[in-house]
Structures are given as C-alpha cells and as structure tokens.
C-alpha cells in the first residue's frame, strides 16, 4: 500500500486531506505536534475502513526529520509528501518579534525543505510519487499586516518552482497549492481576520486540491 506523509494532519486542511486519500486507498503518515490530535484522526480513517499511522515530529529539526524517515522508508511504501504545516504571525511590520519572524521561516520554509531534501531521494529511487506544497496566495503578492508571513510563503513558492525545474525529467511531481484563507484553527490565535464565515471551510479546498490533482500548480482564489 502506498503511504502518503502528511504535516499539520491533526486540523484544518491537513485532516481534511488526509481523510480523503484514505478513502482513496492510500496509507497516511500523519504528523504534527500534538499526538492526540493526530489519533483522533487516525481514528477516524481508521473508522472509514482507512489505514493511518500517527507521530510526532518537529519539522524544524533536521536531525529529527533523518532519523524519522529512516525509520519510516523500510516500514512503508512512501509515494507522496505534503507539506501542509504552517504557522502565521501578523500585524504592522515594525511590529514583528524576532521570535515570530524566526518561527515563520523555521515551520513554513525549513520544515519542507528538511522533509523535502530527506523523502525525494527515495521518490526518485521508486521512479513515482509527489511532493505537494500548500503555500497560499501569500505567496503570489504581498499584503498588509502579513511582510513576516508572505516573506515565509515567497520563499516555499521559489522552492517549489525550483524543485519543478530540477525534478522535471524524473517520474516524480512536484505541485504546488495557493489557495485563500480558509475557516481553520489557524486563524484562532490572531486577530487577523475578524469574520471568518467569508472563508471556504478546509473540507472544500481539500475537494478541489484532490480533483485538481493532475495540475503542478494549483491555485484557488
């Protein structure tokens, strides 16, 4: 069975996502950094007649991301690799904490980067698979009270395009996704976006994530 890895899998988009490939027949490694949630998931899926594993993993952490793929190629059948997870920090740019800029960069560009670098060998090797990237539209133009976020987003976008021009001539795809803000526990902790009832719910754009899913490049305003 084919196993598809997962960051952010225990809310919002990464959950949705996660359902349904495994009602697809895909295995899901799901990962994030609370496990209860990420078993809450699982069993779920698991209910759908679905085939889930949960862990643990901080994605900032190279060393940690190496030594969880190594435990994880000879166990599994990997085939594809989202890199969902993301974190947001907003308001006017004088205003922006170190810590939140260096939290950005850490989860939003090095976390799929590591997992990146560490599962495409692998893909290659097998001669199939995918690396999907949920960026947003913060990664197509800049907006105010978001310097710190976009900065993070433009950055997994020139990842992601230059990971397309070098993997280009192998059987592996790699696709990224810009969609808007959706009505996710992303938006719990910030003021942001006062009214969410605007947004599209997670369950949605996984729908058209997964219908769109022959595209490299998918956006959803």
Known sequence: MKSIIITGAGSGLGKELAFLYGQQGFHLILIGRTLEKLKAVESQIRAMNGHADSFVLDITDQTAIQTFMDGIRGRFHLYGLINNAGVGHFGPFENIAPSEM??????????????????????????EGFLMNIISTAGLK???????????????????????????????????????GMDTPFW?????????????????????IVARMDEDTIIIE
């Open 102 to 127: 260096k939290e950005m960069l850490a989860t939003n560009v090095l976390g799929p980067l590591y997992l990146s670098q560490a599962l495409l060998p692998s893909l290659v090797e097998e001669k």
């Open 142 to 180: 800049g907006k105010v009270n978001e310097a710190g976020y976009v900065t993070s987003k433009f950055a997994i976008r020139g990842l992601t395009e230059s990971l397309q021009k070098e993997y280009e001539h192998t059987d592996v795809k790699i696709k990224a996704v810009y969609m808007g």
């Open 188 to 208: 719990d902790f910030n003021d942001h976006i006062k009214d969410k009832s605007r947004l599209r719910s997670p369950a949605k754009i996984a729908e058209m």
